[in-house]
T-cell receptor
């Protein structure tokens, strides 16, 4: 099992749609989780951290399910500008180890 | 704030040439990383460092060397470039094992012909 797995998509949705991405991770000891956004040919940028209680930032909601070892990102009322690749990231929280990135899920929002 | 700065942003090399990519961060981060990204492959970790004077291999270290002589700088070297090293290279840094995420440089687009 890969350390962090995501459905690569692409997800093609119309403006205004609600779309959800899931990500699974293999290391049950992992402590912190993030969603990053990457636009074409640009560097990844932190979208939001993911907390156990779930957290919301405007139209974006992130959830963590430790028992099932998955993370989700929900985007409501999709905008054209949401078109990007969304990367799931896990911090193993073990000394000397690196952040682990999923391969990303591509979202395309059309008018 | 400069954040994470990579130089150069673009480079074309001939097979067999060498070069060094420089990553500099001004956030006093302990951990620094070098990734390469190829179409359909996602980010792949080349090497990383957990502190000044330390380096460790990532997923795809062959053909690359790194050095972290100063906390704020992380250098990636290609001793003898190959066409397979044509890629976009990203540097990133984090505080370390704390809860914060990573900050990325803008990337270096390298073509080896």
């Amino acid at each position: 099992r890969k350390e962090v797995e995501q459905d690569p998509g692409p997800f093609n949705v119309p403006e205004g749609a609600t779309v959800a991405f899931n990500c699974t991770y293999s290391n049950s000891a992992s402590q912190s989780f993030f969603w990053y956004r990457q636009d074409c040919r640009k560097e990844p940028k932190l979208l939001m951290s993911v907390y156990s209680s779930g957290n919301e930032d405007g139209r974006f909601t992130a959830q963590l399910n430790r028992a099932s070892q998955y993370i989700s990102l929900l985007i409501r009322d999709s905008k054209l500008s949401d078109s990007a690749t969304y990367l799931c990231v896990v911090n193993p929280y073990q000394a000397g180890t690196a952040l682990i990135f999923g391969k990303g899920t591509t979202l395309s929002v059309s008018s | 704030n400069a954040g994470v700065t990579q130089t150069p942003k673009f480079r074309v090399l001939k097979t067999g040439q060498s070069m060094t990519l420089l990553c500099a961060q001004d956030m006093n981060h302990e951990y620094m990383y070098w990734y390469r990204q190829d179409p359909g492959m996602g980010l792949r970790l080349i090497h990383y460092s957990v502190g000044e004077g330390t380096t460790a291999k990532g997923e795809v270290p062959d053909g690359y060397n790194v050095s972290r002589l100063k906390k704020q700088n992380f250098l990636l070297g290609l001793e003898s470039a190959a066409p397979s090293q044509t890629s976009v290279y990203f540097c990133a840094s984090t505080h370390g094992q704390g809860p914060g995420g990573a900050f990325f440089g803008q990337g270096t687009r390298l073509t080896v012909v």
